[in-house]
């Protein structure tokens, strides 16, 4: 950690400076409140230590205007006017320990061990947070399909490096639960595991997403702000659907996978950066690279070690278990003791093709247990396109039906559909689908899609 030491005699810089370095810590030194203000907005600090005395200042006053001004890191307070008065009003405050002077180097080493055990245990509690949020029930990482199998073993092994690791693979296929499991299985286990929607902002968003920016740097920039870059800090940071990163910012990312520094916006200070990358896309990046709109050197950063992730369909042996897995988990979160599906469902949910991946199963295992009668769930708890493929011999039976007396046109239209449904933009489908824009548009209109 980096920790700052604010106290007016030098005597007492020194020893907890000396204490902090032997536990592999570093220390900055500040002898006022005023100069500690200003080396907090200068710098990052992860915790730190604060004398109660200051000359004429008092140290409660310094922590309240510290916390009027955003910093949030865990304060242990110094004091020779020890009193169980001022403690309970240091703890009140949210002062998170308490040193009585005169001290020895063990006091200061046992604060920050004890410092070391609460902000990991705050680590793992956001991380279970962070897993209640997703509302899943996750992956079982074991696989009928040799494929899968093989990139597990490969997750496995890559996880105990720091190498970049690209997932690759259509939506839904578990792309960011099986980054998590890597960040699990890797030696950052203990540190936070972040994760950057790289679609969902804007240019100058995603850039003070990642990197933080200064007050007043852009419009709207009201306060400073540390960005996932540093959230991540010793950890893991995912960027989910790298390929849609704008241009401008691909650049920056390049110099962060490269040297491991960065800027925030509106500074001019480089900072380190001790993180791991790991990036995902449902997007052919090379592709994307031909085209103009990936960074080409930035593709092979990424692209150490590449997992690619097949869709649902191309792993049919493993659906079985999957239904049995999202049944038990939403029968259990709803307070059944036990759910089950009808044999004539079953066979339908595995007819069916699942464009969209273990996210659209997990949506239709909730809805069935929602709607069924009893605990049971029947063909008719299931939505339309997936009772009515097993009934009429449409949908993912008429693709299943290939080489049987099906036509061409109807192998086509239902080809395009499911092209559409599964891809995130008609330049996306037109490109899989091996036509241009105009062709795709005719065709959707031909088919009602319009």
Known sequence: MKILIVDDESNIQKTTALSLKTMGHQSVSAFSGSQALRKLGEDRFDAVFLDLRLGEENGLDVFDEMRKQGFEMPVIMFTAYSSIETAIEATRKGIFDYVAKPFVPEQIRQALRKLEDSLSLANKVTELESRLADKSPGIRFESQDSRMQQIYKVAEKAAKSDANILLLGPSGTGKTVLSRRIHEMSDRTGEPFVVVHCPSLSKELLESELFGHLKGSFTGAVKDTWGKVDAAEGGTLFLDEVAD???????????????????????????????????????????????????EDLFYRLNVISLHLPGLAE????????????????ARKMGREVATVEEDALEAILAYNWPGNLRELNNVVERCLILCSGNTVTLSDLPNEISGAAQTGSGSALINGLGNDVTLQALEDEHIKRVLERCDSLEQAARTLGIDSATLYRKRKKLGLL
């Open 245 to 295: 990163i704008p241009l401008e910012v691909q650049s920056k990312l390049l110099r962060l996978l490269q040297e491991r520094l960065y800027e925030r916006i509106g500074e001019t200070k480089t900072r380190a950066a001790n993180v791991r990358i790991l990036a995902a896309t449902n997007k052919d990046l090379q592709e994307e690279v031909r085209e103009g709109r990936f960074r």
């Open 315 to 330: 792993r049919k042996r493993d659906l079985e278990i999957l239904v049995s897995d999202y049944v038990e988990f939403y």
